[in-house]
């Protein structure tokens, strides 16, 4: 049985922060560069790791859900195909159970109700030379007919996935079991702007649970933010403005700091969640920076969805790594 380790979390954070305190606010630097390109994909929008350091990757143009292995990046797997145009978000719910969110998009538009959310079971999952030798176990949990645009995941407790959908600004809460939803939040942060002002029309995007909170990046107002799990219609706490274009991001150093994806400029911004200070952290590896997740085990990597410029106007998606300079 899966159980969320949220005690063992903020344990293991104290333990850190105490043991650690000259380096308490310490940075990481990291060198990128290219882990794999995926052809069929202009570009990657999410990630998730397997507990053996596999990366499961999706991407808005393309339905098939790719795996990637850092010891072996190529060939790519193309593990399974969902009957929508694109993929977004994806979180891991018990040991290699994933769902991801799939739907009709093109460009930041998504069909209306073509919002659905499959469970993809890979515990029997076996690839070789880039090749399914054993499928996964895949379902459909729900169709979500009256969301706007469901775009990131995360895990809230054993039987419940929170997704925000930055078309209608609020973040919807799912149980696996029934495939029942209901609202979580719609604070005013999470809205988005009005395209008529030039905004993209996206507002909450990546959400992560750390502790007891819900953060949570609001890409056209710019934000970083969070909310408490206890009390989720109290208003939002803004920890960072004027981030840009801030898409998905992960926490790191033991949840002190978050990595939010700028995608755009090539950078990622590195918010100190307690200073509620930024960094730009740059590199020619991070054009259309979507996504970041941490990888497993002892290492600081970090793995980065985007895209790498082709001929002419042309990009393909693009999975960076981030490995910390000594
Ligand atoms: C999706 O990518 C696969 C290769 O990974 C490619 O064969 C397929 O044509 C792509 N689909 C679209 C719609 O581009
Ligand atoms: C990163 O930032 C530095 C300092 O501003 C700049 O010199 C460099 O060109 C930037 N690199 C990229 C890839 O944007
Ligand atoms: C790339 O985009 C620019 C600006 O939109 C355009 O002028 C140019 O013709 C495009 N190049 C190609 C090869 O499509």
């Known amino acids: 049985m899966f159980i969320k380790p949220l005690f063992l979390l903020a344990l293991a954070s104290v333990l850190e922060t105490t043991l650690a305190w000259p380096f308490r606010h310490g940075h990481l630097d990291y060198s990128f560069s290219t882990l794999t390109t995926i052809p069929g994909t202009q570009t990657l929008e999410n990630l998730a790791i397997r507990d053996n350091g596999d990366i499961l990757v999706t991407s808005v143009s393309n339905n098939t859900l790719y795996l990637v292995s850092p010891q072996n990046p190529s060939p790519v797997v193309s593990v399974v195909d969902f009957p929508v145009l694109g993929l977004l978000g994806i979180a891991e719910l018990g040991k290699d159970i994933f769902y991801v969110i799939g739907s009709d998009i093109s460009g930041v538009a998504v069909a209306p109700g073509t919002n659905k959310v499959w469970k993809v079971?890979?515990?029997?999952?076996?690839?070789?030379?880039?090749?399914?030798?054993?499928?996964?176990?895949?379902?459909?949990?729900?169709?979500?007919?009256?969301?706007?645009?469901l775009n990131g995941m995360t895990v809230l407790d054993?039987?419940?996935?929170?997704?925000?959908?930055?078309?209608?600004?609020?973040?919807?809460?799912?149980?696996?079991?029934?495939?029942?939803?209901?609202?979580?939040?719609?604070?005013?942060?999470?809205?988005?702007?009005?395209?008529?002002?030039?905004?993209?029309?996206?507002?909450?995007?990546g959400i992560h649970i750390f502790g007891r909170k819900l953060y949570f990046t609001s890409l056209d107002q710019g934000l970083f933010a969070s909310i408490n799990l206890d009390c989720p219609t109290d208003p939002a706490e803004i920890i960072a403005r004027d981030l840009g274009v801030a898409d998905d991001f992960a926490f790191t150093n033991g949840g002190r700091t978050a990595l939010i994806?700028?995608?755009?400029?090539?950078?990622?911004?590195?918010?100190?969640?307690?200073?509620?200070?930024?960094?730009?952290?740059n590199s020619t590896a991070l054009q259309r920076a979507s996504a970041v997740a941490l990888s497993k085990g002892p290492g600081k990597t970090i793995y980065v969805t985007g895209a790498e410029s082709t001929i002419g106007n042309d990009t393909i998606g693009r999975l960076a790594i981030g490995?910390?300079?000594h």
């Open 158 to 205: 054993q039987y419940h996935l929170l997704l925000s959908d930055s078309q209608l600004g609020q973040v919807v809460e799912l149980d696996v079991r029934t495939g029942q939803y209901s609202k979580f939040s719609n604070d005013a942060t999470m809205a988005p702007l009005s395209s008529d002002d030039g905004n993209l029309g996206i507002g909450v995007n």
């Open 261 to 281: 994806a700028n995608n755009g400029p090539f950078t990622l911004t590195e918010v100190d969640i307690s200073r509620e200070s930024l960094r730009l952290i």
């Open 323 to 325: 490995v910390p300079k």
């Open 121 to 149: 079971d890979l515990t029997a999952f076996k690839s070789s030379n880039g090749a399914v030798i054993e499928p996964p176990d895949v379902s459909l949990v729900a169709k979500v007919p009256d969301a706007g645009t």
